[in-house]
């Protein structure tokens, strides 16, 4: 009997979870993403940064789980969800990690009526578990804005991926979350160092 290679066993119990999630009829589970609560060490922005809320492809601005099969076939997984619009909800734990890391004055987000010295803006390129390689991935794109000028000071990509034990809900967001945390410390480590 011909074994099957653990990353195909993970492509199909991904398919299976699809399926039993679909056919059960039970609400989905709601999960949530964190914000790191470490302290970065190094220099602060001077000034006030705002916090713009993560611009996406439609598939990203729902609620639900992504999965990416090896023909780059993208399907929602069953049985769970986001605490909310995944943008709003990224825009939320970039704060958090912001205040958490204690490296800047001021954060807030655009709209709190704050008048802000750089804009960050950033835009969700990857939030999904990639099936074929049994991966949680996240990639993020940022740039720091001169608010007042307009300028793009600084723009860099951040990437992380993380193994998935397993493609279910709680499996897929747990991975999910230690990959966006990684890429969530990076930015605020960059924007920290002078790039704003």
Known sequence: MRS???????????????????????????????????????????????????????????????????ANAVSFLGGGQWADRLPRLIQARIVQTFENASRLKAV??????????????????????????????VEISAKVVDDRSGRIANARVFTARVPVAAVDPANAAQALDRALSIVLLDIVRWVGTGHA
């Open 108 to 137: 807030s987000r655009t709209g709190d009526r704050i008048t802000a010295d750089y804009l960050l803006s950033t835009e969700i390129r990857a939030f999904q578990i990639d099936a074929a390689v049994g991966k949680a991935v």
């Open 4 to 70: 099957v290679p653990p990353v195909r066993l993970l492509a199909l119990a991904a398919l299976a979870a699809l399926a039993s999630a679909c056919s059960s009829g039970l609400p989905p589970t709601t999960l949530d993403l964190t914000a790191p609560r470490q302290k970065v060490r190094g220099g602060s922005v001077e000034g006030q940064v705002a916090v713009a809320e993560p611009v996406a492809i439609q598939v990203f601005e729902a609620e639900r789980i992504l999965v990416k099969d090896a």
